[in-house]
Nanobody
Framework: QLQASGGGLVQAGGSLRLSCAASGRSFSNYAMGWFRQAPGKEREFVAAISWGGGRTSYADSVKDRFTISRDNAKKVVYLQLNSLKPEDTAVYYC????????????WGKGTQVTVSS
């Protein structure tokens, strides 16, 4: 089970840190990823991190602004969102997968991020 948290309302230029806590599975056996879905749009890839954290991947739209990290001991994956823009407004979902390049096999519930201009 994956549970995302940390979303909220923030002004443009601000920051948020999202967390995704995992339970019920061997967390370190899974690559982890974040996706987002804005109203009226398809869900899109944001970032992913490999099992041990040695490899990361980002969508071009968030590169240099967002940072994904993980703590396998705590079974948590984080997404640090900096320099937020109104177009970052979306529901953010975390996911777990066994493939790299990352492919989601399991999804968590999302957390809403709203960026005001």
């Amino acid at each position: 089970q994956l549970q995302a948290s940390g979303g909220g309302l923030v002004q443009a230029g601000g920051s948020l840190r999202l967390s995704c806590a995992a339970s019920g599975r061997s967390f370190s056996n899974y690559a982890m990823g974040w996706f987002r879905q804005a109203p009226g749009k398809e869900r899109e890839f944001v970032a992913a991190i490999s099992w041990g954290g040695g490899r990361t991947s980002y969508a071009d739209s968030v590169k240099d602004r967002f940072t994904i990290s993980r703590d396998n001991a705590k079974k948590v994956v984080y997404l640090q969102l900096n320099s937020l823009k109104p177009e970052d407004t979306a529901v953010y979902y975390c996911a777990a997968g066994t493939s790299w390049p990352f492919k989601p096999d399991y999804w968590g519930k999302g957390t809403q991020v709203t960026v005001s201009s």
